[in-house]
Nanobody
Framework: QVQLVESGGGSVQSGGSLRLACAIY????????IGWFRQTPGKEREGVAA???????YYADAVKGRFTISQDNAKNTLNLQMNSLKPEDTAMYYC???????????????????WGQGTQVTVSS
């Protein structure tokens, strides 16, 4: 059974940093995409960053240069380092994963089969 458990959300002032972590259990790392999505009330959930099976990273234009996605060596933790945070980054952030047939994980080209429970990130101006 696949389980994704996020941690590390919180409140920060504009320009600050937060680091999200996702513990991943029961997921077979073969032909996969894993990543972070976010959602605000009244809006659709959107992809923020993802990593493919080869370790290549993909980012939404809104976060490029500010967010960094990474995996630990054991591949059982997914991290999202968020720097230079803006009020518009305020959202519920979800860790997510999917088994895919393609090798790339461009945001918008895949949709997760598995979701974490979410962690709130609030950025004040």
């Amino acid at each position: 059974q696949v389980q994704l458990v996020e941690s590390g959300g919180g409140s920060v002032q504009s320009g600050g940093s937060l680091r999200l972590a996702c513990a991943i259990y029961g997921f077979a790392y073969s032909g996969h995409c894993i990543g972070w999505f976010r959602q605000t009330p009244g809006k659709e959930r959107e992809g923020v960053a993802a990593i493919d099976s080869d370790g290549s990273a993909y980012y939404a234009d809104a976060v490029k240069g500010r967010f960094t996605i990474s995996q630990d060596n054991a591949k059982n933790t997914l991290n999202l380092q968020m720097n230079s945070l803006k009020p518009e980054d305020t959202a519920m952030y979800y860790c997510a994963a999917a088994y895919v047939r393609t090798t790339a994980c461009y945001l918008g080209s895949w949709w997760p089969n598995y979701w974490g429970q979410g962690t709130q990130v609030t950025v004040s101006s």
